[in-house]
């Protein structure tokens, strides 16, 4: 079974610029999660997808951040404009089930340096 | 609101003998999941172990093992037999009610051959 695939790996950027991260989840999961995940801190909940809804966008900076998950399936994660304090990793994972009675599976996740 | 502390950064076994790792939560919910998760270097976070708050049996998986103490609002892993491969970041974990999954800020477990 093919896990979660994410793109692109690494990603580096000027402050004010744009990127886009883009996530593919295991197949036949519903729910789809983006967290941030500084360094030294553990990752947080930055947007939830249950199929193509948003469930929980709370954390997220919408200044900044935007979200989509078209169909269903894959889903892109864009900032625009970048802030140094945006360096981090960017997880995507996706799960069977609401997160409480399932399992989440991760991806490798993209690691964006703002300079 | 729920809070998960890790009050230990880092962590170091030797190869073959046992490490626990601690965690305490806080929720105000009575029904509640809580997990650790390993993130090796390569960042895949993966699912180690779980534990319901209703089941008072502690988990166990092969070679790890919970120590959930429901009243203190504890929950530690040990790790038996320590093996090269579980050298990684470990998160616990906890989500209650309508909240989602919420991560401690991680302890690095070192294994010295």
């Known amino acids: 079974e093919a896990g979660v695939a994410q793109s692109p790996r690494y990603k580096i950027i000027e402050k004010r610029q744009s990127v886009a991260f883009w996530c593919n989840p295991i197949?036949?999961?519903?729910?789809l999660y983006w967290y941030q995940q500084i360094l030294g801190q553990g990752p947080k909940l930055l947007i939830q997808?249950?199929?193509?809804?948003?469930?929980?966008d709370s954390q997220l900076p919408k200044d900044r951040f935007s979200a989509e998950r078209l169909k269903g399936v894959d889903s892109t994660l864009k900032i625009q404009p970048a802030k140094l304090e945006d360096s981090a990793v960017y997880l995507c994972?996706?799960?069977?089930?609401?997160?409480?009675?399932?399992?989440?599976?991760f991806g490798e996740g993209s690691r964006l340096t703002v300079l | 609101a729920q809070t998960v502390t890790q009050s230990q950064p880092e962590m170091s076994v030797q190869e073959a003998e046992t490490v626990t790792l601690s965690c305490t939560y806080d929720?105000?919910?009575?029904?509640?999941?809580l997990f650790w998760y390993k993130q090796p270097p390569s960042r895949q976070m993966i699912l180690v172990i779980r534990?319901?708050?209703?089941?008072?049996q502690n988990a166990t998986e092969n070679r790890f093992s919970v120590n959930f103490q429901k009243a203190a609002k504890s929950f530690s892993l040990k790790i038996s037999d320590s093996q090269l491969g579980d050298a990684a970041m470990y998160f616990c974990?906890?989500?209650?009610?309508?909240?989602?999954?919420?991560f401690g800020t991680g302890t690095r477990l070192t294994v010295i051959p």
């Open positions: 997808f249950q199929n193509n809804g948003v469930v929980d």
């Open positions: 197949s036949g999961h519903a729910t």
């Open positions: 929720t105000s919910e009575s029904d509640y999941y």
């Open positions: 994972a996706s799960s069977l089930l609401r997160v409480n009675t399932g399992e989440l599976f």
């Open positions: 534990q319901e708050a209703y089941k008072q």
């Open positions: 974990a906890c989500i209650s009610g309508a909240n989602n999954l919420f």
